[in-house]
């Protein structure tokens, strides 16, 4: 009678699990020259995951109906215990996520990140920022405040202006003409099952990277294993280590600067007979919306708006130059800079009222943004002499 086997063995010969997490996640082969930049993916996944788990405790609580979810956001506040720290902590993930992300992407463009063969990777990570933007837009209008519900009207009216397909959209999401109960609890629904969607796509966006190596900031993939180090310990020491800053960033902001979290006109419930004299986005949007205004069509400026993530998708096209690293590429490293800074200028001018000084640096800044993707990329792929 042959021997019993041990369960270790007998598991990992028709579960190999811990096989493939060893050399998945201890000796994957990692770039010696990473540098700080790489560890904001690590903080993009640690703060996704405290987002989830407050969200459910969050959505426990909630109630999805135009009378009520007002005072139940200030019930989570005020009476349940712990509720103001998870909603803090709910709200303040907002920020440091899409910090991190907004990071995260930039580093991708300055390396080129997004060149063969990473092309998949890419467009999987500007995937995941369109779920968390429209996570974020609809989990914005639950707590039912002013500037939620204002903010949240312009969009969708601009949105309404899509020929064909804007109107029928718009009355899907909304179940009406305008925001009420059924479009409260649809974008309850959306926010809700948009964050586990996430994860899988999460899932895919890891499975391509560990297919097609990290990138680097020389931009030159290792040759030999002498130009790579095993993940563990290595990177996860170092990447641990950045997570206990990072978690302190996110603290400070959670404990001493509460009042960033939000705008003051979402602390009053909704009312829609009475208009802001302001509507304004939170931050991470406010690029988009200086956009969506700096245009005098409604139609134009939300196509623009659309159009400016839908160059970072072509990007893989219009960039074909085989040098990644913008450190290599003297023309791309004057210009890249002007719109990362074009990006900011959108930001700030989105967070004030649309005098004419601010539109015009919108409309400025707009412009460098398309021809730098549009025109430099394709100029320089074909002209430029790297060093």
């Not at 506040?77 to 992300?101: E, K, N, Y």
């Not at 895919?204 to 680097?216: E, G, I, M, R, S």
């Not at 280590?241 to 960033?249: D, E, H, P």
């Not at 719109?339 to 200028?345: D, K, R």
Request: hydrophobic residues 50%; glycine residues 6%; aromatic residues 12%.
């Amino acid at each position: 009678m042959p021997a019993p086997e041990k369960t270790p063995g007998w598991l990992e010969r028709r579960l190999p699990v811990m096989s493939v997490l060893r050399r998945e996640y201890v000796a994957f082969p990692m770039p010696r020259n990473l540098n700080a930049l790489w560890s904001f993916g690590a903080f993009l996944m640690v703060t996704m995951a405290i987002m989830i788990a407050s969200g459910l405790f969050l959505a426990i609580n909630y109630t999805p109906d135009i009378t009520q979810a007002f005072a139940s956001v200030e019930a989570i506040d005020r009476q349940i215990p712990s509720g103001w720290f998870l909603r803090s902590l709910h709200m303040g993930g907002v920020t440091m996520l899409f910090a991190c992300l907004y990071i995260h992407i930039a580093r991708s463009l300055w390396y080129g990140s997004y060149k063969a063969p990473r092309e998949l990777l890419w467009l999987t990570g500007l995937g995941l920022m369109l779920m968390v933007m429209v996570t974020a837009f609809a989990g914005y209008v639950l707590p039912w405040g002013q500037m939620s519900y204002w903010g949240a009207t312009v969009v969708l009216n601009a949105a309404h202006t899509i020929p064909l397909i804007g109107k029928p959209v718009s009355e899907l999401l909304l179940g009406g003409e305008t925001l009420g109960n059924t479009a409260l609890h649809r974008l309850f629904v959306l926010h809700f099952t948009m964050a586990f969607a996430i994860l899988a796509v999460i899932a895919l966006h890891v499975t391509a990277l560990h297919v097609v190596k990290p990138n680097n900031p020389s931009g030159i993939d290792p040759v030999s294993p002498k130009q790579t180090l095993p993940f563990h310990p290595y990177y996860t020491s170092r990447d641990g280590f950045a997570l206990c800053l990072f978690l302190m960033v996110y603290a400070g902001l959670i404990f001493f600067l509460p009042n960033l979290l939000t705008l003051a006109d979402n602390y009053v419930q909704a009312n829609p007979l009475v208009t802001p004299r302001d509507i304004r986005p939170e931050w991470y949007f406010a690029p988009f919306y200086a956009i969506l205004r700096a245009v005098p069509s409604r139609l134009g400026g939300l196509l623009l708006a659309v159009g400016s993530l839908a160059v970072l998708f072509a990007l893989p096209a219009l960039d074909r130059s085989p040098t990644r690293s913008a450190t290599r590429r003297p023309l791309v490293r004057l210009s890249l800079p002007l719109a990362f800074l074009s990006f900011v200028l959108l930001g700030i001018a989105g967070m004030h009222p649309p005098t004419e000084t601010w539109l015009i640096v919108s409309r400025l800044a707009m412009a460098w943004w398309f021809i730098h993707f549009l025109v430099v990329m394709p100029l320089v792929s074909e002209r430029e002499i790297t060093s």
